[in-house]
């Protein structure tokens, strides 16, 4: 390395910086080019953040929620107020159908005893049916209030419920065509549980079963049968109901006696029987009406049938029925009065029997001789001659 010596003492500094930075780059050179950095070694290499940039970044989050923390607040309160009113609507609409239900029982439990009382159901068929009628009101109330509120909430948050809407339209239509049978059941249940059409404790003849009803359901309807046996029938199946336990019942007995015995004897005995069975308990409560003579049924060569018929509480024409024959059996035993099939009257005997009766006749064509054996005999063949 050659210094100037005669450089003066600024010049000779300024001279030694270009010198340094001349060796400098010299040695850069020999030494090759400087390796850069890889892409993975500066992709991997997080930036970190400045303090200014934090800053920044504070502030702006700060701002934007000073400008919204007045819209949130104002969905909170409608959400929450939406809520409130939902529940309150819902509990007092559910204890008023409460009220109603309570009230129509006290009514029909205030006329039990009198007259009216026995035109009514009994108290199991009232509180089952206003269990029923209460159960439904108060799912349908339900289902309404809490379903427009749900839509109020959604509708609040700047939801588009048009989709929303169609999608559940859509959907029950297609719940509706593959449940029709379950929608037909629930519907069929509802109106008959509000018609009225029977209840507990009810005869009735469903088409495809019958016995007594011992649980009234929006689906399915239990019976009893007459050997008791439970039929469970769905409602929607059900076409016709007959209820054998509304209004009033008929009891009929025919009474069959012997063609010869005295029919004014006959209706005077009948007629005390009937007056008697009137005033006795509980016969007079079952018995809605007198117990009436209606005459010749049918008259035959060895008997006749007389007809006697008397309306009745429902469902106890059976009872009556029973009781009037048993009643019946013994007047005619003590007026002496003959029932035909029964046992024969004392003192009478019987015609003795006609020993010849299974003899058959005998025939014509047994005799050989006779006009009709020799008129069914074979022709003989005659010969002919030449």
């Known amino acids: 390395m050659t210094l100037d010596r005669t450089a003066t003492g600024g010049g000779r500094s300024l001279h030694l910086e270009v010198t ?32 200014q940039e934090a800053q920044q970044s504070a502030s702006n989050a700060a701002g934007w929620v000073e400008e919204n923390w007045s819209t949130w607040l104002a969905i909170g309160l409608r959400v929450l107020l939406i809520v409130v009113i939902a529940a309150v609507l819902r509990a007092v609409v559910r204890r008023a159908i409460t009220k109603l239900i309570d009230r129509m ?44 509120a749900a839509l109020m909430v959604l509708g609040t948050f700047q939801i588009n ?27 069929s249940g509802v109106f008959m549980i509000l018609e009225d059409q029977y209840g507990v404790g009810d005869t ?14 929006l689906r399915v309807t239990k019976l009893r049968g007459d050997n008791g046996e439970i039929w469970y029938v769905r409602n929607g199946e059900v076409k016709r109901i007959g209820n054998l336990s ?10 069959t006696v012997r063609s010869d015995e005295d029919l004014d004897k006959v209706k005077e005995t009948i007629g005390a029987v009937a ?23 049918s008259v035959l060569l060895d008997s006749m049938v007389v007809r006697v018929s008397a309306k009745t509480m ?26 035909v099939g029964g046992p024969e009257v004392p003192g009478q005997a019987a015609p003795a029997a006609d020993p010849t009766a299974g ?14 054996s020799v008129a069914a005999s074979p022709i003989p063949p005659t010969s002919t001659t030449k």
């Open 359 to 372: 003899v058959a006749a005998p025939s014509a064509y047994a005799s050989t001789v006779s006009p009709q």
């Open 275 to 297: 007056e008697r069975m009137s005033k006795e308990e509980p016969w007079n409560e079952m018995l809605w009406g007198p117990i009436e003579v209606l005459g010749l049924d």
């Open 105 to 148: 029982n006290r009514t029909a439990g205030a006329v039990d005893g009198t007259a009216l009382g026995g035109l009514l159901v009994n108290a199991e068929r009232r509180r089952q049916r206003s269990q029923a009628i209460g159960s439904v009101l108060r799912s349908m109330a339900s289902f309404i209030i809490l379903g427009t």
């Open 204 to 217: 009735i003849d469903a088409g495809v079963a019958s016995g007594e009803v011992i649980e009234v359901g």
């Open 20 to 51: 340094a930075v001349s060796l400098s780059a010299a040695v850069l050179r020999a030494a090759g080019p400087s390796p850069s950095p890889s892409p993975s070694e500066s992709t991997s290499t997080p930036a970190v953040p400045s303090l």
């Open 161 to 187: 419920l048009a989709p929303l809407l169609a999608s559940a339209g859509v959907a029950g239509v297609a719940i509706g065509f593959g449940a029709r049978n379950l929608v037909t059941d629930f519907l």
């Open 314 to 339: 429902p469902g106890k024409s059976l009872t009556v029925e029973r009781e009037l024959r048993w009643r019946i059996k013994r007047a005619f035993d003590a007026a002496d009065i003959q029932i």
């Open 246 to 255: 509304q209004g009033w019942s008929t009891a009929g007995v025919d009474v």
